[in-house]
């Protein structure tokens, strides 16, 4: 169903709702809905690494150049460092020596 | 042959945002206050060399450029607007409490539906205990 549809549908029984309104609770109850499913897509995220940087901010939209185009990170599959799969560390170290 | 370096990853956040942290295994070499940590900050700068694969959410609609979802198959995409319409139902502009129960029923009723068709597709089963 397309976006109009949905909106339409929404309407008829919220005549003085407006379709940005509409729109953004129909992306709202998608992502939860998608959380609560598992139906997501597979997509990747690169980042630049810098010598004795610890953190690195996690990205938690993909976005096209525009901006337009946005999915919410729902979980992290892989991490993969110089091209070779790493795996998660079980807890955190005790010492934070980076930034 | 070059060492092999163990890394790992972690995560911090409890807020909105996450961080991940980039670690090196290296016996004993950091120490703080007579404390010892077996990881150590990375060493490694480079363009685009942390790749993060990660399970996104479907499309965010607009009117114009992505007017519809392409993850979610297409019948359980009334059942999303049946969720904004109980929404619209708990708004104190058109109150209906009854009607909110009734949308909820119904998309909680095709959310069930939605988990059941990923775990056929997954194929994984469960044990169901049974009494004798």
């Given amino acids: ?99 | 042959m070059a060492d092999k370096k163990e890394y790992f990853w972690y995560i911090d956040g409890n807020s909105g945002s996450f961080k991940m942290a980039l670690v090196e295994k290296a016996t004993s070499a950091v120490t703080k206050n007579g404390w010892t940590s077996d990881y150590k900050t990375i060493e490694l700068t480079g363009t685009n060399n942390l790749r993060i694969v990660g399970n996104y959410s479907d499309l965010d609609l607009d009117l114009s450029t992505y007017p519809k979802w392409l993850i979610i198959p297409e019948r359980f995409h009334k059942c999303i607007a049946d969720k904004v319409i109980a929404i619209g139902y708990r708004d104190p502009r058109n109150k209906d409490l009854q009607s909110a129960e009734y949308f909820e029923q119904v998309y909680e009723k095709q959310l069930r539906k939605a988990k059941a068709r990923i775990t056929n597709l997954q194929g994984t089963g469960r044990i169901v205990p049974q009494d004798f």
């Avoid at chain 1, 992502?31 to 938690?60: A, H, Q």
């Avoid at chain 1, 939209?61 to 990170?73: C, K, P, S, V, Y």
Wanted: net charge negative; with cysteine.
């Fill in chain 1, 1 to 99: 169903m397309t976006a109009k549809q949905l909106i339409e549908l929404v309407q008829q029984h919220h005549p003085h709702m407006g379709e940005t309104e509409i729109l953004l609770l129909l992306n709202q109850s998608m992502r939860e809905f998608c959380e609560d499913t598992k139906m997501t897509s597979s997509s990747n995220v690169t980042i630049d690494t810098v010598s004795g940087t610890r953190w690195y901010t996690l990205p938690d939209f993909n976005t096209n150049t525009t901006g337009a185009f946005a999915m919410e990170l729902i979980s992290i599959k892989e991490v993969y460092l110089d091209d070779v799969r790493i795996p998660r560390l079980q807890g955190n170290p005790i010492i934070e020596d980076g930034s």
